[in-house]
């Protein structure tokens, strides 16, 4: 690729004064540098978006009409931006450009957000104010639509915001910040990339209010401790092992396919795919060779290739590890009725997988695999299954599957998450709230909840007479 990429520092193009190389994992070579940002274009850009939020904060209209033109010119420019997500992703170009496409309705529908201000007695007000400077981190499965979950809500409230996207996946987040440059006032977005050490630089920096955290638990729980000396505030979107649960009255032939999706979605690297199918026991046999079929059937390739549906695990150490799980579950005796192997030749493609005769106590079911591996487990009764499904220090969400629609709502509110879907899964809405209980997470992003994350309450109050 001859495209050269920079960060976004003050509205301006900055160089790295080095650089790090971006591997495409459909090839395993590196296709492209990013910059690597140094502590000194840190400051550049902390500064920059200090002096930008004085002005940014003054003119709600000018932010709505703002997130309107952030859309538009999102959609202007998907065409130059689906590849190099691709490219560095290794999702399916139509999926990149469902993922893009997702950032333009996130904006659009952020800007239609009320702000509001509560009369809660005579003179006496509560406002939302915005903190100041966002302190924003993302992982690579979704770069660009977790970015803009964050850059939507985050503006509208008024802040200003430095943002800094996974080292696996930088590209796409940084011609992102290119793109809004002509469009955003200069230091209101900066982009920067680097490794793991620019995220904890962002996360000590004195001049963040707010840190807005997408990742796993276990930098999420850095990034707690880090925040805490100087009592910054902390949304942290983590990991998931959401469980579905899947009753005897459904059609398995009805419901495999969307089953299916639900888990393996981006080649199962979703915080929020299925992780672990319980099914009961009358359906599960009927199920397994559904599912079964439909990851034979599926088509694993380079995301750029036309007809691909899944795209090769995003980078080296996820893809060992999905390959470590797997290989434990057949240690432990598990059956694989589909898949179970990495597939030969260049990249990180592994077979989508379905594993049977495997139960709590081995990691595949007891970790976050976020890979192509999804492991089947038979249940008698639903109390038992809603039981193990939340046994877990993970609580970002679950779904039930069943024709008696009322019942399974009832179950689904048994469940230890921040989301209860109802014969659907993913089904995640710009307008709802979303978020993890327990480990998987702190507060919520979307809609007026997530609004909300990037604000906080003053109460003006008024003498009487
Ligand atoms: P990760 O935690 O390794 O990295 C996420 C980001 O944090 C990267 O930008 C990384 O550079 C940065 N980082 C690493 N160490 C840091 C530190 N000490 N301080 C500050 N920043 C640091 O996660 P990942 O592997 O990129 O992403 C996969 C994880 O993200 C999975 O667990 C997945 O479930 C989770 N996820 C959650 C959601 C959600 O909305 N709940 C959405 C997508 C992904």
């Given at each position: 690729m001859s495209q050269s990429f920079t960060h976004t520092i003050d509205g301006k193009a900055v160089a790295g004064e080095s650089t790090f190389g971006v591997v495409n994992p459909a090839t395993g070579e590196v296709f492209a540098e990013a910059p690597d940002c140094t502590p000194a274009q840190l400051d550049m850009a902390m500064d920059a978006a200090q002096r930008a939020f004085r002005s940014w904060r003054t003119d709600e209209a000018k932010r709505r009409q703002t997130l309107v033109e952030c859309a538009n010119a999102l959609k202007a420019r998907a065409g130059e931006l689906a590849p190099v997500l691709t490219q560095e992703q290794g999702k399916p170009l139509a999926k990149a450009m469902e993922e893009i496409i997702g950032g333009m309705v996130w904006f659009q529908v952020t800007a239609g957000l009320k702000i509001p201000v509560d009369a809660?007695?005579?003179?006496v007000e509560v406002r939302r104010k915005p903190y100041g400077v966002v302190g924003a981190i993302t992982p690579w499965n979704f770069p660009l639509l977790l970015a803009i979950w964050k850059i939507a809500p985050a503006l509208l409230a008024g802040n200003a915001i430095v943002l800094k996207p996974s080292p696996f996946t930088p590209l796409s987040t940084l011609k992102l910040g290119e793109i809004l440059r002509d469009v955003v006032p200069a230091g209101v977005i900066n982009t920067i990339s680097g490794g793991d050490p620019l995220g904890a630089w962002i996360t000590a920096h004195p001049a963040v209010r707010k840190i807005s955290f997408t990742g796993s638990v276990a930098t999420g729980k850095k990034i707690a401790a880090a925040a805490a000396p100087d009592l910054k505030r902390v949304t942290l979107e983590l990991g998931g092992n959401d469980p579905a649960i899947v009753l005897k009255d459904v059609d398995p032939k009805a419901v495999a396919e969307k089953l299916f999706w639900g888990a393996f979605e981006n080649n199962g690297q979703?915080?929020?795919?299925?992780?672990r199918l319980y099914v009961e026991e009358e359906v599960y046999q009927p199920l397994v060779d559904e599912l079964a079929a439909l990851a034979k059937r599926v088509k694993v390739g380079n995301g750029l290739e036309q007809g691909t549906q899944i795209g090769p695990v995003n980078n080296k150490p996820q893809y060992q590890r999905v390959r470590e799980l797997v290989e434990d579950a057949k240690k432990h005796g598990a059956r694989f009725v589909a898949g179970g192997e990495a597939i030969d030749g260049k990249g990180y493609f592994f077979q989508p997988t379905i594993v049977t005769g495997i139960a709590e106590g081995v990691r595949l079911v007891d970790e976050e695999q976020f890979g192509p591996a999804l492991p089947i487990l038979p249940f008698r009764r639903v109390e038992e299954a809603v039981e193990r499904a939340n046994a877990t220090h993970f609580g970002l969400s679950g779904s039930v599957w069943s024709k008696d629609v009322e019942r399974a709502k009832a179950i689904a509110s048994e469940l230890e998450c921040g989301t209860g879907w109802v014969n659907q899964h993913l089904a995640i809405r710009p307008d709802a709230p979303f978020g993890g209980s327990k480990w998987s997470g702190i507060g919520y992003e979307n809609g007026p909840y997530g609004l909300a994350a990037f604000t906080e309450l003053q109460t003006i109050n008024v003498a009487k007479g």
């Amino acid at each position: 690729m001859s495209q050269s990429f920079t960060h976004t520092i003050d509205g301006k193009a900055v160089a790295g004064e080095s650089t790090f190389g971006v591997v495409n994992p459909a090839t395993g070579e590196v296709f492209a540098e990013a910059p690597d940002c140094t502590p000194a274009q840190l400051d550049m850009a902390m500064d920059a978006a200090q002096r930008a939020f004085r002005s940014w904060r003054t003119d709600e209209a000018k932010r709505r009409q703002t997130l309107v033109e952030c859309a538009n010119a999102l959609k202007a420019r998907a065409g130059e931006l689906a590849p190099v997500l691709t490219q560095e992703q290794g999702k399916p170009l139509a999926k990149a450009m469902e993922e893009i496409i997702g950032g333009m309705v996130w904006f659009q529908v952020t800007a239609g957000l009320k702000i509001p201000v509560d009369a809660v007695a005579e003179g006496v007000e509560v406002r939302r104010k915005p903190y100041g400077v966002v302190g924003a981190i993302t992982p690579w499965n979704f770069p660009l639509l977790l970015a803009i979950w964050k850059i939507a809500p985050a503006l509208l409230a008024g802040n200003a915001i430095v943002l800094k996207p996974s080292p696996f996946t930088p590209l796409s987040t940084l011609k992102l910040g290119e793109i809004l440059r002509d469009v955003v006032p200069a230091g209101v977005i900066n982009t920067i990339s680097g490794g793991d050490p620019l995220g904890a630089w962002i996360t000590a920096h004195p001049a963040v209010r707010k840190i807005s955290f997408t990742g796993s638990v276990a930098t999420g729980k850095k990034i707690a401790a880090a925040a805490a000396p100087d009592l910054k505030r902390v949304t942290l979107e983590l990991g998931g092992n959401d469980p579905a649960i899947v009753l005897k009255d459904v059609d398995p032939k009805a419901v495999a396919e969307k089953l299916f999706w639900g888990a393996f979605e981006n080649n199962g690297q979703v915080c929020s795919a299925i992780k672990r199918l319980y099914v009961e026991e009358e359906v599960y046999q009927p199920l397994v060779d559904e599912l079964a079929a439909l990851a034979k059937r599926v088509k694993v390739g380079n995301g750029l290739e036309q007809g691909t549906q899944i795209g090769p695990v995003n980078n080296k150490p996820q893809y060992q590890r999905v390959r470590e799980l797997v290989e434990d579950a057949k240690k432990h005796g598990a059956r694989f009725v589909a898949g179970g192997e990495a597939i030969d030749g260049k990249g990180y493609f592994f077979q989508p997988t379905i594993v049977t005769g495997i139960a709590e106590g081995v990691r595949l079911v007891d970790e976050e695999q976020f890979g192509p591996a999804l492991p089947i487990l038979p249940f008698r009764r639903v109390e038992e299954a809603v039981e193990r499904a939340n046994a877990t220090h993970f609580g970002l969400s679950g779904s039930v599957w069943s024709k008696d629609v009322e019942r399974a709502k009832a179950i689904a509110s048994e469940l230890e998450c921040g989301t209860g879907w109802v014969n659907q899964h993913l089904a995640i809405r710009p307008d709802a709230p979303f978020g993890g209980s327990k480990w998987s997470g702190i507060g919520y992003e979307n809609g007026p909840y997530g609004l909300a994350a990037f604000t906080e309450l003053q109460t003006i109050n008024v003498a009487k007479g």
